[in-house]
DNA sequence: CATTATTACCACCTTTCGGTAGTAATATAA
DNA sequence: TTATATTACTACCGAAAGGTGGTAATAATG
């Protein structure tokens, strides 16, 4: 019951550059500072990029910095990134022809949580995460 | 954001257990039915088994059926014996050395979720789950 | 006792995830 | 223009998860 390890970083890494926002951060920075082995890192950032999440600057004085606006970036799309988006709506069991019409034992019990979790993702920007003050 | 697979067939399993309680089943009938693959199913079994959740009978006519009563086996304990018990306690960003003191950004909005998690895994038997009907 | 249906055990295979290494491309700065 | 600090790309490596296969042990049934 987690994220993937990918996702994790994901998440922290783009945390931390909301909070510092506007910076410029290389991919050997944020490697020290989040202490994330420097070439996985590196790859991520690129897929952080190509989703248009970050923007990158190449060569010497390079690197990363968020995209957008702080309130316009969710929770649900870093997830989306690296897990699809249809991890959230995923069947608690693993069952793929599903439906709330006809469900199964857990589903009772499940689907409130799942819905809250999805809720959450949905509502939660990097800017209130910002707000909560800095750590990680 | 997912319980691992071989945890989903587990509940699977447990679940369809309670449904056909005081029945003696075989693997190869567990197969058939919940349509998860033979020897991987026969692995698991005798993990449910070791871990006192089921009951083995060796030989012809063998099989397995629920070691206990049905109010008394708690989602928990099954989600324990595949991911162990941390699983469910671990930081949404995989740090290990947190505390609700000096939470980071994410905690405020996570905690709440996660306990609410723990709480119905905690509280839900294979009873309460046999009562809401037959599906699987 | 022989046959058969089962579980037990062990070794291996495949796929996915996480991680590493090396080299080319790019842009800044001296 | 050369050295340097960066990202881009690609291929590979290792560990873990998921899955398969073969054979021995066990017990019921004829
Ligand atoms: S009814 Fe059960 S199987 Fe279907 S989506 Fe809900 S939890 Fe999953
Ligand atoms: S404060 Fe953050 S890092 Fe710590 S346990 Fe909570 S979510 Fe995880």
Redesign the interface.
């Known amino acids: 019951?987690?994220?993937s390890?990918t996702t994790?970083y994901a998440?922290?890494v783009m945390?931390y550059l909301s909070q510092h926002n506007t910076q410029r951060l290389s991919v050997q920075s944020l490697h020290k500072i989040l202490r994330i082995p420097y070439k996985y890192l590196a790859r991520l950032m690129r897929q952080l990029a190509h989703a248009g999440l970050v923007t990158v600057t190449q060569g010497k004085e390079g690197g990363y910095s968020l995209n957008r606006e702080l309130n316009s970036i969710y929770?649900y799309q870093i997830?989306g990134v690296i897990?699809g988006l249809d991890?959230?709506d995923?069947c608690?069991?693993?069952f793929s022809e599903c439906n709330d019409a006809?469900?199964?034992?857990?589903?009772?019990?499940?689907e409130p949580?799942r819905s809250?979790?999805k809720e959450?993702m949905y509502n939660?920007t990097l800017l209130?995460?910002?707000q909560?003050?800095?750590?990680?």
Do not use: A, D, N
Not at 102 to 110: D, E, I, R, Y
Not at 132 to 136: P, R, T
């Open positions: 019951m987690r994220f390890k994790e998440i922290r945390i929770l997830v897990e991890s959230m995923r608690i069991l693993g006809f469900p199964c034992s857990l589903h009772t019990s499940w949580l809250r979790i959450m939660t209130e995460l910002q909560q003050g800095e750590k990680i």
